[in-house]
């Protein structure tokens, strides 16, 4: 796992801040994508989501936080939620997920979909995720 520059540092603020611990950060030009350790998402978030408020006026981004799981069914719904996802079949490299939200999963302009992808291969190997 390799991260750039700005996702060191934006770990760094972001733990800094809210005191949780940080597994990963993925971001794009308007979006930072965190990835928090099991049993951090209630100090990530803060109470009435003050650290989330704090964070998305100091760095002018929009924030998705997610808690990792290393099971990766369960990733996969922290990754999609709120989304209900109705089933879930993996293989070595192949993920199927069905669920009656498809827009909901896929996300505005495929995003949703696209980090889903890049995490689960980065985590599990998975390099195909199917949305039924």
Same mark, same amino acid.
């Given at each position: 796992? $390799?991260l750039?520059? *700005? *996702?060191?540092?934006?770990?760094?603020?972001?733990? %800094?801040?809210?005191?949780?611990?940080v597994? #990963?950060c993925?971001?794009?030009?308007?979006?930072?994508?965190?990835?928090?350790?099991?049993?951090?998402? &209630?100090?990530?978030?803060?109470?009435?989501?003050e650290?989330?408020?704090k964070?998305?006026?100091?760095t002018?981004? %929009?924030?998705?936080?997610?808690?990792?799981?290393? #099971?990766?069914?369960?990733?996969?719904?922290?990754?999609?939620?709120?989304?209900?996802? #109705?089933?879930? *079949?993996?293989?070595?490299?192949?993920?199927?997920?069905?669920?009656?939200?498809?827009?909901?999963?896929? &996300?505005?302009?495929?995003?949703?979909?696209?980090?889903?992808?890049?995490?689960? *291969?980065r985590?599990?190997g998975? $390099? #195909?995720?199917?949305?039924?």
């Open positions: 796992m $390799k750039s520059k *700005e *996702e060191i540092e934006y770990i760094q603020y972001f733990e %800094d801040t809210t005191g949780a611990r597994k #990963d993925v971001m794009n030009t308007d979006t930072a994508f965190i990835i928090v350790e099991p049993g951090s998402m &209630g100090a990530a978030i803060g109470k009435r989501g650290n989330v408020k964070i998305k006026n100091k002018k981004k %929009d924030i998705s936080i997610v808690e990792y799981s290393s #099971d990766p069914k369960k990733f996969i719904q922290n990754l999609f939620a709120p989304a209900k996802l #109705d089933s879930i *079949e993996l293989s070595e490299t192949k993920m199927i997920v069905s669920s009656k939200e498809k827009n909901r999963l896929i &996300g505005q302009k495929g995003n949703r979909i696209k980090r889903a992808r890049v995490l689960m *291969e985590y599990f998975i $390099k #195909d995720i199917e949305i039924r």
